[in-house]
């Protein structure tokens, strides 16, 4: 078992510039679950949604969020969850940045003007990792 920095290397190292995750957000004392895509883009995490969306409603109401990365390398699956909270990006020069980076945009929405589109950052706090052929979780924390 390596170091905690080279557990953080290899656990960062999994995050493509697009796949898909599980988030969960929290509906009063109720968890809900969905796949979305995460964007992995200058270091950061997004997630490009419909503004009328109930994860936007969520968020808004209690913004702690967990994921989950699934990872499969041959016959062995693990995971990647990470806990922390998301925020509910208007600005413009961001919300544009984003946009501009992400191929499936202009399937979803007209432009970064469009009322419709949301986008949120994901700020972990917490990981958990489960690698692939292994039993031992290990748990960092990333601030």
């Not at 970064?112 to 958990?128: F, K, V």
């Amino acid at each position: 078992m390596g170091s905690v920095e080279e557990t953080r290397k290899e656990v960062w190292a999994y995050f493509k510039d697009m796949q898909v995750i599980y988030l969960a957000t929290v509906e009063g004392d109720t968890p809900r679950v969905r796949p979305v895509t995460l964007i992995h883009y200058d270091k950061k995490m997004w997630v490009t949604t419909g503004s009328d969306d109930n994860k936007i409603k969520q968020i808004n109401a209690n913004n702690s969020i967990e994921f989950c990365l699934l990872l499969k390398t041959g016959e062995t699956s693990g995971y990647i969850r990470g806990a922390g909270t998301a925020e509910v990006i208007t600005d413009t020069k961001t919300r544009t940045l984003i946009a501009e980076n992400t191929p499936f945009f202009k399937e979803f929405w007209k432009d970064t003007n469009d009322p419709g589109y949301a986008l949120l950052r994901i700020h972990t706090r917490d990981i958990e990792y489960l690698k692939p052929g292994t039993l031992k979780v290990e748990r960092f924390s990333v601030v």
